[in-house]
């Protein structure tokens, strides 16, 4: 049987997980294909990338720091990829296309949802208003909240994304200050905070009884802004290897059709 080449870009790309993670989908679900890791030098990701296709590659992630190079590269976006700014899943369709997905968003609110936090109708807080939390706001938005409200930093950069999105729903944007006394039913951390070990500054009564926390990134320990949720009363504080499953598991579905159940992955990637 003729083996379909996938693969996973990045700078550095050694860490990456998604061989593991598609190596275990094309098992379960009987797809013929390779799945594999390319370093692309910081100034050839697009070499790179029309080098693997010559080669017959059929569609790649993408990963830092290529997210913005790969949108700009793509010939069509999909609506979540424009809206998202950035793109994480590259098609190659027969007819010489390349399309742009992306599928961060999708996997964070399934993952949301798979472990029983509920966004419709809720009180949303994203901390942060880098590319991460830009890549997820729409697919967040199309699920109701009641309100969504993004913390940065920077009050400024917060206010503007808020305004990218006015049309999907109702946004705001503040700076961290004017955090205080609001309280939120999802907290999602989506600062790059946690991967140097900080803390956003947040107020106490941030946490409404029962809320739910989730941290993008994920680690070996839990990450500090899953030890402050702990802390202040989260009924769940979860990190970011659900979604990083769930983004996966929604690229193969756009290049294979077919929907892998991540059940047994995410078992796998815990004891990884
Ligand atoms: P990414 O692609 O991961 O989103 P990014 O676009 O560089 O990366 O954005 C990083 C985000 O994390 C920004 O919102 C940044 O805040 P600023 O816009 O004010 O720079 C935020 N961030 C990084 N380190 C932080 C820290 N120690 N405390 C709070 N916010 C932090």
């Known amino acids: 049987m003729p083996t379909d080449r996938y693969a996973v870009i990045g700078n550095p790309i050694a860490h990456s997980k998604s061989p ?3 190596g275990l989908f094309a098992e379960q679900t009987g797809q013929a294909m390779s799945y594999e890791r390319i370093l692309a030098p910081l ?3 697009r070499d790179a990338v029309m080098r693997f296709r010559a080669e017959g590659g059929r569609g790649m992630n993408v990963t830092v ?4 190079e790969a949108f700009a590269l793509a010939h069509t976006l999909s609506e979540r990829a424009a809206r998202a700014g950035a793109v994480n899943t590259l098609i190659f369709h027969a ?3 390349i399309e742009g997905d992306n ?4 996997g964070l609110v399934r993952d949301l949802l798979r472990q029983g936090a509920k966004i419709a ?3 949303v807080l994203l901390l942060g208003a880098g590319g991460a939390v830009r890549g997820v706001l729409a697919p967040l938005l199309a699920e109701r909240p009641a309100r969504l ?3 940065n930093r920077t009050a400024g950069k917060a206010a503007q994304l808020a305004l990218d999105f006015t049309d999907l729903g109702t946004i705001t944007g503040c700076g961290f200050d004017a955090l205080a006394g609001l309280s939120f039913d999802l907290v999602i951390n989506g600062t790059s905070a946690s991967l140097s ?3 956003p500054p947040l107020p106490d009564g941030l946490l409404a009884p029962g809320a739910v926390a989730y941290d993008m990134a994920y680690g070996s320990e839990p990450t500090p802004f899953q030890r402050w949720a702990e802390a202040h009363g989260a009924k769940l504080a979860l990190d970011g290897l659900g979604m990083l499953a769930e983004q996966a598991a929604e690229s193969f579905l756009r290049w294979r059709g077919v929907r892998p159940s991540t059940a047994p992955v995410q078992v796998a990637l815990r004891k990884a």
Do not use: M, S, Y
């Open 121 to 123: 109708g809720a009180r």
């Open 43 to 45: 100034d050839g990701f």
């Open 95 to 97: 007819d010489g296309v």
């Open 103 to 106: 599928t961060d968003g999708a």
């Open 197 to 199: 070990g900080e803390l």
């Open 65 to 68: 720091p290529f997210k913005l």
């Open 20 to 22: 593991l993670i598609h």
């Open 149 to 151: 409200v993004i913390a």
